[in-house]
Every structure is written in C-alpha cells, then in structure tokens.
C-alpha cells in the first residue's frame, strides 16, 4: 500500500491479515463472534493498528441506518447509585462502540422535555429504571428497543427487565432484624410510584407477618433527608408501644431516621435499631454506621447494556436477577442493648 498522505482502508486490513473485508466489517462492526475466530478478530485489530486504519464509523452508522448511540434514563441523580448505573452502562457500551447520552428525569419520576428532535432517528435503543419510565412518552423512547431496570417482568414495557434480587434483600433484612430479637417494626417507606418499592414492602410485611407475635408500622415518606426526618419523628413519637426498629428504603430515609432519633432523645443502636437500602457513601459517613443493603449500581448498569446489546443484536439477554448483600455495621442491634 502506498504510505503518505493515503488513508488506509478496510481493503488494506484484509490485505494485511489474510482475510475477506467482510471479516474486516465483522469485527469492527462487532459482529464476528460465532463467525470469525478470535484469532482471527486480533489478527484484523493487530493489522488495523499498524496500519493506522481508523473505520469511518459516521459512514457506516448512516449505510446500516445505525447512530451506536442508546439512552439511560434515569431519576434525577440525587444520589451517587445512578451515576454508578450510568458509570457500569457505559463501560459496557465503549467496549462495544456505543456512546450512551444520559437522560435525569428533572423531577425524580415522571415525564421530562423531549432533549432530541426525533429519538428514533437520533438513537438505536434505549434503556430506562421503571422509577423514570414515564419520561419515555415524553421522548418516544418506548417505540425503540428498550431494556427496563428495576422493573416488573410481568407486563414490561421493554424487550428484556434487568433486575436487583430487591426480595432476597428484604428478607436478608427481616432476618438479621428478626435474629437479633426485634418484634415493633417500622418501615419507613419510599413514597414513590415505583415497582421496587412496593416489592419491599409487600416482602417485608410478608417475611415479619410470618412470625407470631411482630408488628409492623408504614409511614411513607419522600425520599428527602429532612422529610424522612419529619415522618420518622411523628411515627416514633406516636401513642402505644414505640418500635424498636426502623426499615428503611433508603440511606437517605435512614439519615432522617438518625435525626428523628436524636430529636427524640433515642440512641441508635441502644434504643433503636436502624437499616438502610443502596450502601451509599452516606451510610459509612453517620455515626454509628449504617447497616444496609448493598446494591452494585455499576454491575447493574452493566447487566442492563449487556440485555440491550443482545436485543439490539437479536438475541436472548442473560436471565438472573442480580444479587445483593446485607451489609452489617453498627446501627443494628438487639432491642434494649446497653
């Protein structure tokens, strides 16, 4: 091939490592899996990098009518667990040569201005936590493919869910609240419209409903620190035999619940036992530290690309919710621990 001022081309690449340029477009297409070997994808990568070729990615995005762009929509990022989902996406995506465009629903929830003058042409596919899927109206997404997060399987919007295994988690908590020999429960509960808060609470109530002799408190709340606060306040100071631990949806609720404590004159552990949802860098920054559940953001971004990779190529997502852990710290104790 001549050198200079001349652009290498696919033709080159092939030349280079003995292959077809359908091979060449196979693998920069990332499409080669189950159809070159992977020796056969270095040897294209390896002559591609001495050669210095580059693939026109805008001419072959507009020849497959393909932008390699997908949209995370999320609630605003009032915490760091989104970011981490946007973070563990679009490490994914890179590697497959997607950019992904982030998407906050300025409200938390609920439907959000259209940020593209056409969605469908502006984007591949689209993948959406259930607590921000209204906003896909807004947008069109719900007409391209779609992967949801954090939503329910059973009449989903998209193609594929990707979900937490949030029931394990509320059992892991109902247990290690249970064995340490609490019997008054509060849930302090996310007042939010959302498919992952109603499966904690309906898992809690289950769990705690099925030991004789447990009670089981609600106050819904906005997930607000100083709104957690106020609800927290009012139903620990309310008449009768005062819980001795408190569920919460969330750090941020848990943070409240401290407040609403102190408020009170109660000490946590000692007076009350407190538990949290997410392991956000709040609960390790409150005194004592939060027991709570562990969610990866990033792995959960990751999952959520990996289904919208595979629908946009044809095929079947992993299936498998993914894990969590009960992280145990300092804020849970038996009730009357001195």
Known sequence: MARGSTRPT?????????????????V??????????????ERVRQAALELGYRP??????????????????VPALTTEFFPGVYTGAARVAAGHGFGVVLYPSPEGIGPAPDPFASARS????????????????????DQLPLVMLDSDPRG???????????TDGMRQVADHLLGLGHRRFLHLAADVPSWTFEVRAREL????????????????????????????????????????AVVCDDDLLAAGTYKAAR???????????????????IATAIDPELTTLRLDAELFGERGMQALLAVLDGRAPDAGDI???????ASTAPPGAS
């Open 263 to 281: 408020r009170l004159g109660l000490r946590i552990p000692d007076d009350l036992s407190v538990t949290g949802v997410d392991d956000l860098g």
């Open 323 to 329: 894990p969590v852990e009960l992280v145990v710290r």
């Open 156 to 166: 989903s919007l998209g193609a594929a869910t990707v979900n937490l295994d949030i």
């Open 10 to 26: 696919s033709r080159d690449v092939a030349q280079a490592a003995g292959v077809s340029q359908a091979a060449v477009s196979l």
């Open 122 to 141: 502006a984007l591949d596919g689209v993948l959406a936590s259930s607590m921000a899927a209204d906003a896909l109206t807004a947008i069109r997404g």
């Open 205 to 244: 109530a289950a769990r705690l409903g099925a030991r004789p002799g447990t009670s089981l408190r609600t106050a819904p709340t906005p997930l607000s620190i100083e709104r957690a606060r106020t609800a927290a306040e009012a139903a620990l100071g309310a008449p009768g035999p005062r819980p001795t």
């Open 28 to 41: 920069f297409g990332d499409k080669w899996r189950g159809r070159v070997s992977e020796a056969t994808a």
């Open 56 to 73: 026109n990615l805008a001419a072959r995005n507009l020849r497959l009518g393909s932008t390699r762009t997908v949209l995370l929509v």
